[in-house]
């Protein structure tokens, strides 16, 4: 039993900066990795960031540098602050926990949020 809820996305002009969130409703659950997934029209859904338990962050080099993934002192919101946005940054945002409980791990993923970076 765990859920997903991004919010945050919009449309916003090249340069604009959006943040997203996403809440994650865990029960006794513990949530290990966070990330950030981004899927455009006839694409793959690909990697955007990703912030571990200990605060490591990764991204993806079209994003690094602009982007900034972060998470709350309880582990359970994850952020996406987007600055200097872009056209190709156009595209449905997933948000991805990976949860477990006792020894059992499991991707939990939320249903997107909308991006669209336009003039």
């Known amino acids: 039993q765990v859920q997903l809820v991004e919010s945050g996305g919009g449309l916003v002009q090249p340069g604009g900066s959006l943040r997203l969130s996403c809440t994650v409703s865990k029960g006794k659950f513990s949530v290990n990795t966070l990330g950030w997934y981004r899927q455009a029209p006839g694409t793959e859904r690909d990697l955007v960031a990703l912030?571990?338990?200990?605060?490591?962050?990764q991204y993806a080099p079209s994003v690094k540098g602009r982007f900034t993934i972060s998470r709350d002192a309880a582990g359970t919101t994850a952020y996406l602050q987007m600055n200097s946005l872009k056209p190709e940054d156009t595209a449905v945002y997933f948000c991805?926990?990976?949860?477990?409980?006792?020894?059992?791990?499991?991707?939990?993923w939320g249903q997107g949020t909308q991006v669209t970076v336009s003039s």
């Open positions: 991805k926990a990976l949860a477990y409980w006792g020894k059992v791990y499991r991707d939990y």
């Open positions: 912030v571990s338990e200990d605060g490591i962050t």
